[in-house]
C-alpha cells in the first residue's frame, strides 16, 4: 500500500543562489529523479538520496528550462510522489535521453509531477506526508 504523499511546491525569495532544490520533509530517506528539456532533447536524471528534513540541489545555476518533472520514491515505506507525464527512469543512477520507448530501451516508465516554473531562475519543492499540493511564488 503507498503511504499518502504530497509535493508542496516553493519558492526561495531574496535567495542569492539560483537552483533547483528539492527537500525532503518526511522522516525517511527518499530517492529523487527530475525530468527537462534541454538543448539535445529530453532527459532524465536520478537518483537523487536526500535523507530525512534534508534538501539537495538537482540542478546548480540559473535554471534555464519553465518547466520541469520530478518522481520520488520514500525508500522506507515505498510511498510516492508522482504525476501525469510518463519519463525513462533506470534502477541505479542514471541520465537518459529521450522519454520514448523506456521499456525497448531498458528502462522503466514512472508518471513524473510538471512545476511551472514561470521562468524563475530559482525553485524548490518540499516533498511531504501531508495531502494536498500548496503551490507558491515570489
Do not use: H
Request: charged share 20%.
Amino acid at each position: 500500500m503507498c503511504a499518502a504523499a504530497a509535493f508542496f511546491t516553493l519558492t526561495s525569495p531574496g535567495s542569492a543562489r539560483a537552483d533547483f532544490r528539492v527537500c525532503n520533509g518526511t522522516q525517511n530517506l527518499v530517492g529523487v529523479a527530475i525530468g527537462y528539456r534541454a538543448t539535445e532533447g529530453w532527459m532524465t536524471e536520478g537518483w537523487w538520496q536526500i535523507p530525512a528534513t534534508t534538501c539537495a540541489t538537482l540542478i546548480e545555476g540559473e535554471l534555464q528550462s519553465r518547466y520541469y518533472y520530478l518522481y520520488a520514491e520514500d525508500a522506507a515505506r515505498g510511498g510516492r510522489w508522482t504525476g501525469d507525464v510518463n519519463m525513462c527512469v533506470a534502477e541505479n543512477e542514471f541520465k537518459i535521453e529521450g522519454v520514448q520507448d523506456c521499456f525497448a530501451r531498458g528502462f522503466q516508465r514512472m508518471g513524473f509531477k510538471e512545476y511551472d516554473t514561470g521562468r524563475q531562475g530559482s525553485w524548490m519543492v518540499q516533498l511531504s506526508d501531508t495531502p494536498g499540493t500548496q503551490e507558491s511564488q515570489n
